[in-house]
């Protein structure tokens, strides 16, 4: 059981264009998902934080017009990279949580920017 | 704000040989305490969850403890297969959000 998914798994994009990653928990419903980017031998930084059908709660320093976040339902969540740079070069990961304590993670999107 | 710092940063353990994981918090009120393995190139893996100080659990050979400002996660009798790196987490009452810690690289050599 918690059994978390993300789609890509990875991707290769050009520099200036949008990049869409999809987590879905598929077989619980995720009242809470988180976004988390972790870089090369450093731990997870969350992002933002979305409940399903509210907009999404962003971290200090993450910029929200250029990590979009979309909660459609209680199983999907999308993160969208706009207008994406070599620095957003990462590997992105996403964290369900089922409304009690744990938190259940999907196998990570690695993104390279061109 | 809350604070985790895990201690190794790595480690490399003969297979056999037993060792233990630090990672010491600060945080307003605890909610839990987690612990992820996580293998390269994956996201991480749920391990245990700790409440309250003196909270004890176990899964094959990992074992997690919990004091009021330190957990620790003891291996015993490691394996190759127990290499990954393992990352320690902090939930704050009234909050979902989990802190993490920078992790410790564990490296079983056969």
């Known amino acids: 059981g918690a059994v978390v998914s993300q789609h890509p798994s990875w991707v290769i994009c050009k520099s200036g264009t949008s990049v869409k990653i999809e987590c879905r928990s598929l077989d619980f419903q995720a009242t809470t998902m988180f976004w988390y980017r972790q870089f090369p031998k450093q731990s997870l930084m969350l992002m933002a934080t979305s409940n399903e059908g509210s907009k999404a709660t962003y971290e200090q320093g993450v910029e929200k017009d250029k990590f979009l976040i979309n909660h459609a339902s209680l199983t999907l969540s999308t993160l969208t990279v706009t207008s994406a740079h070599p620095e957003d070069s990462s590997f992105y990961i996403c964290g369900a949580g089922t409304g009690g304590n744990e938190q259940y993670f999907g196998p990570g999107t690695r993104l390279t920017v061109t | 704000e809350d604070q985790v710092t895990q201690s190794p940063e790595a480690l490399r353990l003969q297979e056999g040989e037993s060792s233990s994981l630090n990672c010491s918090y600060t945080?307003?009120?605890?909610?839990?305490l987690f612990w992820y393995r996580q293998d390269p190139g994956k996201g991480p893996e749920f391990l245990f969850t700790?409440?309250?100080a003196g909270e004890e659990k176990e899964k094959e050979r990992l074992k997690a403890t919990l004091t009021k400002k330190e957990s620790f996660l003891h291996i015993t009798a490691p394996k190759p297969e127990d290499s990954a790196t393992y990352l320690c987490a902090v939930q704050e009452i009234g909050n979902e959000k989990l802190t993490f810690g920078t992790g410790t690289r564990l490296t079983i050599i056969p």
């Open positions: 700790l409440y309250s």
């Open positions: 945080v307003s009120g605890l909610r839990g």
